[in-house]
């Protein structure tokens, strides 16, 4: 994708210079060194950054720019075009320039015991200390965030003994199909899923020692016919202890999200949670917290119901990244209930909106986390 702009003489900063002068300084290295003064707000480095930009060329007098983004950002690559155009603008308002920017995602790194997992480019796990605290809810939505950035994205429901994505997903009672010896996933609101309750009642009591439930789980992922994806969540089960222990370690992840509520007791859990995924190497991207706050309908005003100020302290005593602080919603319970999503390109709602830029700072987090280790793919090209 590429704009192209065209000359206008007529500019304050031209008229204000000397032609020659002006032409003069029109060279590649000019401007790169004035888009090293332009940072990315959600990357945090300039547009002139080697893990971004990779070609910058005068062919001309137009001026090229070839930047590539290692995460999905459809949403706001225009208003960075944008952006970036108009700071070239204020010294070279004559410019005719075209940027191109390409975004795809990487395939990062996982635990060095396991393998990749084919087609699935990252496996990122939503875990919680303890139950109740809006993890599965929060799976999905983050699901559906990745998925509105423009990702393709599939969510496994690890929750064996308490599935509830057929109903947040709308699929109550359908049951998953096998197609020779795989499950075929099954699709709702765009997502391909699978989930225990695809394949038992709902009704039926799963009393499964640890053991089977870390290797049904391992089947449902690896007999499960998965179209390639960018992104897979895996809704992991609750807790911290020995079954969510031997998942973590046999799934191949790219990464796990932690989520909670604000209470002191949870924060304890979360602690947990970090240091089991620290202990396999897994990189922890960031919290969630959940039920953060409540603002009444009828006059606005936010009460902290459980407690305030739990994530800047995991952000100061773990150096954790606070990802979100999604408020009690009746809407997104009503929504979750009906199987409907808070999260539609079309028509985001505030919850929409909050769990998409959640979405967007997990693939960054991601991305960047994979940068740190990798040298740029390709040299930039800068030439006139
Ligand atoms: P967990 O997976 O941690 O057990 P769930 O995601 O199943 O929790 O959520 C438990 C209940 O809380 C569900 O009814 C869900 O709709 C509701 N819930 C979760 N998050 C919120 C929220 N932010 N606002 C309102 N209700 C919520």
Same mark, same amino acid.
């Given at each position: 994708?590429?704009?192209?702009?065209?000359?206008?003489?007529?500019?304050?900063?031209?008229?204000?210079?000397?032609?020659?002068?002006?032409?003069?300084?029109?060279?590649?290295?000019?401007?790169?060194?004035?888009?090293?003064?332009?940072?990315?707000?959600?990357?945090?480095?300039?547009?002139?950054?080697?893990?971004?930009?990779?070609?910058?060329?005068?062919?001309?007098?137009?001026?090229?720019?070839?930047?590539?983004?290692?995460?999905?950002?459809?949403?706001?690559?225009?208003?960075?075009?944008?952006?970036?155009?108009?700071?070239?603008?204020?010294?070279?308002?004559?410019?005719?320039?075209?940027?191109?920017?390409? &975004?795809?995602?990487?395939?990062?790194?996982?635990?060095?015991?396991?393998?990749?997992?084919?087609?699935?480019?990252?496996?990122?796990?939503?875990?919680?200390?303890?139950?109740?605290?809006?993890?599965?809810?929060?799976?999905?939505?983050?699901?559906?965030?990745?998925?509105?950035?423009?990702?393709?994205?599939?969510?496994?429901?690890?929750?064996?003994?308490?599935?509830?994505?057929?109903?947040?997903?709308?699929?109550?009672?359908?049951?998953?199909?096998?197609?020779?010896?795989?499950?075929?996933?099954?699709?709702?609101?765009?997502?391909?899923?699978?989930?225990?309750?695809?394949?038992?009642?709902?009704?039926?009591?799963?009393?499964?020692?640890?053991?089977?439930?870390?290797?049904?789980?391992?089947?449902?992922?690896?007999?499960?016919?998965?179209?390639?994806?960018?992104?897979?969540?895996?809704?992991?089960?609750?807790?911290?202890?020995?079954?969510?222990?031997?998942?973590? &370690?046999?799934?191949?992840?790219?990464?796990?999200?932690?989520?909670?509520?604000?209470?002191?007791?949870?924060?304890?859990?979360?602690?947990?949670?970090?240091?089991?995924?620290?202990?396999?190497?897994?990189?922890?991207?960031?919290?969630?917290?959940?039920?953060?706050?409540?603002?009444?309908?009828?006059?606005?005003?936010?009460?902290?119901?459980?407690?305030?100020?739990?994530?800047?302290?995991?952000?100061?005593?773990?150096?954790?990244?606070?990802?979100?602080?999604?408020?009690?919603?009746?809407?997104?319970?009503?929504?979750?209930?009906?199987?409907?999503?808070?999260?539609?390109?079309?028509?985001?709602?505030?919850?929409?909106?909050?769990?998409?830029?959640?979405?967007?700072?997990?693939?960054?987090?991601?991305?960047?986390?994979?940068?740190?280790?990798?040298?740029?793919?390709?040299?930039?090209?800068?030439?006139?």
């Amino acid at each position: 994708m590429g704009i192209t702009i065209p000359i206008s003489a007529n500019n304050f900063h031209y008229q204000s210079r000397n032609k020659a002068d002006y032409m003069n300084s029109f060279t590649p290295e000019a401007i790169r060194q004035h888009l090293s003064k332009l940072q990315d707000p959600e990357l945090g480095f300039s547009y002139s950054d080697k893990r971004v930009l990779r070609e910058l060329t005068i062919d001309e007098s137009q001026l090229n720019i070839r930047l590539v983004y290692p995460y999905l950002t459809e949403v706001k690559m225009q208003q960075r075009q944008e952006t970036i155009l108009k700071h070239i603008q204020v010294i070279w308002p004559d410019v005719r320039c075209k940027i191109e920017f390409k &975004q795809h995602t990487n395939r990062h790194k996982v635990q060095n015991s396991v393998k990749p997992k084919f087609g699935v480019k990252n496996i990122i796990a939503v875990a919680s200390g303890k139950g109740g605290v809006g993890k599965s809810t929060v799976a999905l939505n983050l699901a559906l965030g990745l998925q509105a950035l423009g990702a393709r994205v599939a969510i496994l429901d690890a929750d064996i003994y308490g599935p509830s994505l057929p109903r947040m997903l709308g699929q109550v009672g359908i049951k998953a199909e096998a197609d020779g010896k795989n499950f075929v996933p099954v699709e709702g609101l765009g997502l391909q899923s699978m989930s225990m309750g695809y394949l038992v009642d709902e009704q039926t009591p799963m009393i499964w020692r640890g053991p089977m439930v870390s290797s049904a789980l391992q089947q449902l992922l690896n007999d499960t016919a998965w179209q390639s994806c960018d992104y897979m969540i895996l809704d992991l089960p609750p807790g911290t202890g020995d079954i969510q222990l031997t998942m973590a &370690q046999k799934i191949p992840l790219s990464g796990a999200v932690v989520v909670t509520t604000p209470q002191d007791i949870a924060l304890a859990d979360v602690y947990k949670a970090y240091k089991m995924f620290e202990k396999l190497k897994i990189p922890v991207l960031g919290v969630i917290e959940n039920m953060s706050y409540h603002t009444c309908s009828e006059c606005g005003h936010e009460e902290h119901i459980f407690g305030s100020g739990g994530g800047d302290k995991l952000v100061k005593d773990f150096g954790l990244d606070l990802l979100a602080q999604i408020p009690l919603s009746k809407s997104l319970r009503e929504k979750e209930d009906l199987g409907e999503p808070v999260v539609t390109p079309s028509a985001l709602t505030e919850d929409g909106q909050r769990f998409v830029t959640c979405a967007e700072k997990v693939a960054i987090k991601l991305a960047c986390e994979e940068m740190e280790l990798q040298a740029p793919i390709q040299k930039i090209k800068v030439s006139a």
